[in-house]
């Protein structure tokens, strides 16, 4: 199946993809984990604000579409069935997508503001994974694995509350556009992964 998975930063997009992309055989399309590998790549060229997507990124704001359009395209076209996540961002994203490929189900991760910043500030990657846990919820039970945590740039609680407000002005929109289409199933994210993994598997399975 080919599956939109929609959420605010820190709605659990990336805990419950790796979930998706595992269950359902589909590659995780994700565009912030592909800028994070891209960080100081030269964009110079289009004519942006800045010159790299680092840039960016540290500050909360998006990276500009004709780079993040670019990514996904190349990345669809590649997978036989996707979770997607991190994009739409905008309405032109959306409209883009629209272009590109059919989606099967488009899920909505619903998580509240405070819940969402206590997620993001504690959340810690292990560097030679890319495995997620938290400093409350999740920690390893490996000292190694505990002592080699980084937070990433943009988890401080300043880039949070910034990317939390890019979010609502630019990406809720997108949210809108799907809710009033009819295709938006809305999921309870403030219950516990495996309760949010059963909500989302069960409306995958419904949509296929
Ligand atoms: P991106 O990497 O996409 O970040 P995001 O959307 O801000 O989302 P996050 O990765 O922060 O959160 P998540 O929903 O994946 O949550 P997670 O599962 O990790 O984008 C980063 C930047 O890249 C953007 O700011 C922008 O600059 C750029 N960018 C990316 N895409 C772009 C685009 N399309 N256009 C333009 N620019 C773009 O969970 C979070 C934490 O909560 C973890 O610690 C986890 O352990 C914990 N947790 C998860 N689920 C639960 C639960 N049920 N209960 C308790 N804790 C939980
Ligand atoms: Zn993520």
Redesign the pocket.
């Known amino acids: 199946p080919n599956v939109l998975?929609l959420?605010?930063?820190?709605?659990?997009?990336?805990?419950?993809?790796?979930r998706i992309s595992e269950q359902f055989d589909v590659e995780h399309v994700?565009?912030?984990?592909?800028?994070?590998a891209n960080k100081g790549m030269d964009i110079s060229h289009l004519d942006t604000e800045y010159d790299t997507?680092g840039e960016?990124?540290?500050?909360?704001?998006?990276?500009?579409?004709e780079?993040?359009n670019e990514?996904?395209k190349t990345a669809l076209q590649e997978a036989d069935g996707y979770v997607l996540?991190?994009?739409?961002?905008?309405l032109d994203?959306a409209e883009y997508l629209d272009e590109i490929t059919d989606l099967d189900a488009v899920l909505l991760?619903d998580?509240g503001t405070e819940?969402?910043l206590?997620?993001?500030t504690?959340?810690?990657?292990d560097p030679e994974t890319g495995d997620?846990?938290?400093?409350?919820?999740?920690m390893p039970d490996d000292e190694e694995v505990r002592e080699r945590l980084v937070q990433?740039e943009?988890?401080t609680e300043e880039?949070?509350r910034e990317?939390l407000s890019?979010?609502e002005e630019n990406?809720q929109p997108v949210v809108d556009h799907f809710e009033t289409e009819g295709t938006l199933v809305r999921i309870d994210?403030?219950?516990?992964?495996?309760?949010?993994w059963a909500d989302v598997e069960a409306a995958i399975e419904n949509a296929v």
Do not use: C, W
């Open positions: 998975l959420g605010a930063p820190g709605a659990g997009k990336g805990t419950q993809s790796a994700t565009t912030g984990d592909a800028l994070r997507p960016y990124m540290d500050q909360g704001e998006l990276v500009p579409d780079v993040v990514i996904v996540d991190g994009y739409p961002r905008n994203q991760l998580v819940e969402l206590r997620r993001l504690g959340r810690r990657v997620t846990y938290h400093t409350e919820f999740d990433r943009d988890d880039t949070a990317r890019v979010f990406t994210g403030e219950q516990s992964p495996d309760e949010v």
